[in-house]
DNA sequence: TTTACGATCTAT
DNA sequence: TAGATCGTAAAT
């Protein structure tokens, strides 16, 4: 399998993040493979999308956000959670597609060991699992998604009526519209697919 | 140098 | 429903 091309990743964020789905996020490591089948994004579309961590332009932590597409954004949170982002559009301009939730398929009991004592179903269903059960961690930060150990591969093509659309997740404090906005996509009754609170 | 907080997960 | 836990950037 193929690792996307880069102008897959120079277009509009939203367009992106939908076309994910149904693609292969992919790393290779220690001579296997890590795979699962994408079946949650959310886009963050620019510095003026005041729930993305580009609104206050370019800081040392988000800076590859600001690089070119087809890159790998990843950023640590609340303490403990590495997340993970494909950058998407023109070089200079801050926009990524946040990986919410994969479908395990390749290496399924290396990402078992990852995540010890959890059901199959909890291995993957949400961006900080994903990243746990496929080693995805700070290291990972500015990859190139386009040719090197993590990337993602072409999916069969997802019709749209398997597409649902909603809010983000985990932004209640962002304001209006940007927080209402619809640019969470995911599989529809897909059992990956995160549980929102 | 200090403080407040976050694109979450888990156990209670 | 709250606690874990720490890098980052704004505030002091």
Known sequence: MDALPRHFYDRPTLNVARDLLGCTLVHRLNGRRLSGRIVETEGYVG???????????????????????????????????????????ADGFG???????????????????????????????????LTKALAVDRACNGADLCGGDLFIGAGDRVPDHQVQTGPRIGIASVPEPWRSHPYRFWLKGNPYVSKSR
């Open 47 to 89: 510095p003026q999308d005041l729930a993305s961590h580009s609104r206050r332009g370019p800081t040392k932590a988000n800076a590859v956000m600001f690089g070119p597409p087809g890159y790998a954004y990843v950023y640590f949170t609340y303490g403990m959670h590495w997340l993970l982002n494909a950058v998407t559009e």
């Open 95 to 129: 926009s990524a597609v946040l990986l919410r939730a994969i479908e395990p398929l390749e290496g399924q009991d290396l990402i078992a060991a990852n995540r010890p004592g959890r059901p199959p179903l909890e291995w993957t269903s949400g961006p900080a699992k």
